[in-house]
Nanobody, 120 residues
Framework: DVQLQASGGGLVQAGGSLRLSCAASGFTFDDYAISWFRQAPGKEREGVSCISSRDGSTDYTDSVKGRFTISSDNAKNTVYLQMNSLKPEDTAVYYC?????????????WGKGTLVTVSS
């Protein structure tokens, strides 16, 4: 069975840090790009960051550039999202997803989310 397990969410004060993990299983991790999305209450889901397991290339939405860092441990089939200098507007449920081949392609698999709450 394909699984994407996101973890690491929690409550943090503004300016603080969290590291999210996305543990993948059931598919060939090295062939996929792993993305982080988030959805805040009352808002549409948005893409946050993506990493290609093939070549390590990364991409970020403008609002998190310089604050968030995505990385991949292919030996552990796990992708991390290091979130620093968190802001209240980063509060959302964060999901990881996998797309075969490229960050630009439609997501094939989705995991359940992990809640990040940033207090002011």
């Amino acid at each position: 069975d394909v699984q994407l397990q996101a973890s690491g969410g929690g409550l943090v004060q503004a300016g603080g840090s969290l590291r999210l993990s996305c543990a993948a299983s059931g598919f060939t991790f090295d062939d996929y790009a792993i993305s982080w999305f988030r959805q805040a209450p009352g808002k549409e889901r948005e893409g946050v960051s993506c990493i290609s397991s093939r070549d390590g290339s990364t991409d970020y939405t403008d609002s998190v550039k310089g604050r968030f860092t995505i990385s991949s441990d292919n030996a552990k089939n796990t992708v991390y999202l290091q979130m620093n200098s968190l802001k209240p507007e980063d509060t959302a449920v964060y999901y990881c997803a996998a797309a075969l081949g490229s960050c630009l392609y439609t997501m094939d698999y989705w995991g359940k989310g992990t809640l990040v709450t940033v207090s002011s």
